[in-house]
């Protein structure tokens, strides 16, 4: 069992993701980021989904990076897949840990946001990809 898995749950159940058009400027997946900010986006893109072999930047959960750097201080804004999310904590953990390991990250905080909402549609073409090779179809 991986580190950090859920053990008081079973596993996710909900399958029945919203799709529709996502705002034009999702998915956001950090290209044209540069310094401590591309660093950070380079680390989220490490950080798997715990039910699928899917990086939560191709899964486009990943709203917004900001890093200051006069305070080292990292803001990643996440979404879920769906608002009840069972792994909720585990991956806010996971993608808090992930930006902290970015040169230049002293601290970091995770703030969920609702709004847009996430759909399928804000699947990268990558994630696209490594969720057939799963047996998932987009």
Do not use: I
């Amino acid at each position: 069992m991986p580190v950090n898995a859920p053990t008081d749950s079973d596993a996710c159940a909900y399958t029945d993701y919203p799709s529709g058009e996502s705002p034009e400027e999702y998915p956001k997946t950090g290209d044209g980021a540069t310094g401590v900010e591309a660093d950070v986006w380079a680390a989220l893109a490490e950080v798997e989904d715990p039910e699928m072999p899917v990086s939560v930047v191709d899964l486009g959960l990943v709203y917004g990076v900001e890093v200051d750097e006069e305070t080292d201080h990292c803001v990643v804004e996440l979404t879920l897949t769906y608002s009840g999310c069972p792994a909720r904590d585990m991956l806010m953990n996971d993608v808090r840990c992930a930006a902290e390991t970015a040169d230049g990250v002293r601290d970091a905080e995770v703030c969920l946001r609702y709004s847009p909402q996430w759909t399928v549609d804000m699947v990268t073409e990558r994630g696209r990809e490594n969720l057939r090779e799963f047996g998932l179809s987009v």
